[in-house]
């Protein structure tokens, strides 16, 4: 009942958008990764997978094998992306995974957003301080640069390269 109340509010919302997230809500609470294959929708798919995966990192930091974290790595460095730039992955969310990031795209088969990774870590300070606090006005600009071509998605939809990285290792994700 809590859930229903969760979308009652949005009078545009159709039933059946309710009742796909209500369910799409239950499968990341049971963390249900058999159910999280079921879903149609791609987006749905990798919202609910991306969510348990979450959970399970927070539950342990070394609990995802290389499959999970590949997945993990590329949609929390896309949503960063989205969000503010990648340099807020890369210097404050995940910096001990800034050069292991660019295998997981290329892992996912996101190769084009790989490289505007990789040429982005090339260009961090090697000593781990805050990138604007040393780059010169050309380091800022090529990071711009890199920020605004990696967020306009190079490989394509996101959600359908974590759909088909996951779908060939299924086995692997618990």
């Known amino acids: 009942m809590v859930q229903k109340d969760k979308y009652s509010g949005l009078s545009w919302m159709t039933e059946e958008m309710k009742n796909d997230l209500m369910r799409r809500d239950k499968i990341i ?31 342990s930091t070394d609990s995802l094998n290389l499959i999970e974290l590949n ?8 949503n960063a992306g989205q969000a503010d730039s990648i340099l807020t992955f890369l210097q404050e969310w995940f910096p001990q995974y800034s050069d292991i990031v660019i295998n997981s795209l290329n892992e996912i088969g996101a190769i084009k957003s790989a490289e505007i990774i990789k040429q982005a870590v090339e ?52």
């Open 29 to 59: 609470e049971e963390e249900n990764i058999n159910e999280v294959f079921n879903l149609k929708d791609n987006s749905d798919f990798s919202i609910a997978l991306h969510e348990i995966l979450v959970n399970k990192y927070e539950k």
């Open 71 to 78: 997945l993990f790595l590329a949609m929390h460095l896309e």
């Open 123 to 174: 260009i961090l300070p090697a000593d781990g301080s805050w990138f604007f606090e040393t780059a010169d006005e050309k380091k800022q600009e090529l990071m711009t640069k890199l920020d605004r071509d990696f967020s306009n998605y190079p490989d394509g939809k996101m959600t359908d390269l974590y759909r088909k990285y996951a779908e060939i290792n299924r086995n692997e994700i618990k």
